[in-house]
């Protein structure tokens, strides 16, 4: 993998580029210094809650494991994009 994907492009320079801070890492947001509500999280995706109740609905012989990630990857969504609409 690392014969592939590594590129040989010095890491820092690309972090300038970007508009990062060299030191920081290759992405840095400030994201995590707030949690938004619950409430406010549930206004987007709104039926996530309804399926992932149906989901669990099925029991754990029918259950996806792909679907439940998929789940979980959309509540992760729905704070990233609450706490990046701040920037944009």
Aim: one cysteine or more; glycine letters at 6%; charged letters at 25%.
């Amino acid at each position: 993998m690392t014969i592939h994907y590594t590129t040989g492009i010095p890491l820092e320079g690309a972090r300038i580029l970007a508009g990062h801070h060299p030191d920081k890492g290759l992405y840095f947001w400030e994201r995590d210094c707030l949690e938004p509500p619950l409430e406010l999280q549930r206004l987007i995706f709104p039926e996530l809650d309804y399926s992932r109740a149906k989901n669990e609905q099925l029991g754990d012989d029918k259950m996806d494991t792909a679907t439940i990630t998929f789940l979980q990857l959309l509540e992760w969504f729905r704070i990233v994009i609450l706490q990046d609409a701040i920037f944009l």
